[in-house]
């Protein structure tokens, strides 16, 4: 039997989440090969993590796993694939893809299946958690696959970033339930701002609010990580950019209408990011607040 262990991983995307996430892959005891589009971030983030640095997607053909985290399915498409849809470099018949981005679930499954004709294979496993836990190696992680034996392949490497790991079902059901996730974390976001807003407008210390949203049924992920230190603290370094969130909800929102269900509070909340994001451009999502309370 071959010993997969004994294969480099890959990994590409060294943001955010990507870096820390890699160095924990480095930390298990495999040995990683980086690779971002910026060839100064490939360098710096190798040195960082006592990984190889691959500045050409080439570097990674003799990996057996590949791991992603890029902004976008359009991203994770064209990294892999080239405008006819077959692969840009030769991978080794068998090569499995782990996309950790919070992709869109229709075109992983398109891309899946482009990648399945060229005899390479793809599962999803998106992330949730933020960079904090990305460090910790604490995500939250939702694996979808077709392939048990892509999954066998890819689990050690994901445990390396997380002991959390939930099997949802096949291809890109990871991805619909972290874009379903991040809907619901949105539309405490942006509730939790609107009510900031409105009390602090009433009088209400904004700091005394987040106490009490916090010890009260309000309380959320935003209540207790987000509201006070990234806005009524004025951080606004929360890591997780508006263009990212407001994409995730309207994932969620075309799964939504392409399933037949009407969801006017996943429109309500995906038009209110919007006109943050339009106005905001590629900020903190906190920023939004800023924006919300100038209405
Ligand atoms: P980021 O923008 O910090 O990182 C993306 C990285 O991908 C960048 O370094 C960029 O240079 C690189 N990249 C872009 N195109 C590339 C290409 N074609 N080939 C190679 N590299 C390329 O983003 P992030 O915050 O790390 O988020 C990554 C993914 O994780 C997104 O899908 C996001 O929605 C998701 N996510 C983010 C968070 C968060 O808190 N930031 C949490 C959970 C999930």
Redesign the pocket.
Known sequence: MTDHTAHPVGF????????PMAANIVRSGRRVLV????AE?TARVAADIGAVPAVE?SELTECSVVV?????SA??R??LLDEGGRPRVAFEGGTVFVD????DPTETVETGGLLREAGLRMVDA??????ER?IAGT?SIMLGTDDESAADLAVPVIEAMSSAIFRTGKLGTGHAM?ALN?FVAAAAFTAAAEALVAGGRFGLVPAVMVDVLNASTGQSFVTQHVMGPHIVEGAYA????LP??T??VRIAERLQRAMGHTSPVCDAVAATMGDALEALGPVDHTRAHEFWSTR
């Open positions: 590409i995307g060294l943001g955010v989440m990507g870096a690779h971002d589009v910026d971030v997607l992603l985290m890029l902004p976008t991203v994770v064209s990294a950790m981005s919070s992709s998106p992330v949730s958690g933020a960079r990305a995500l972290k991040n929360s890591g997780f950019a990212l969130f994409k995730d």
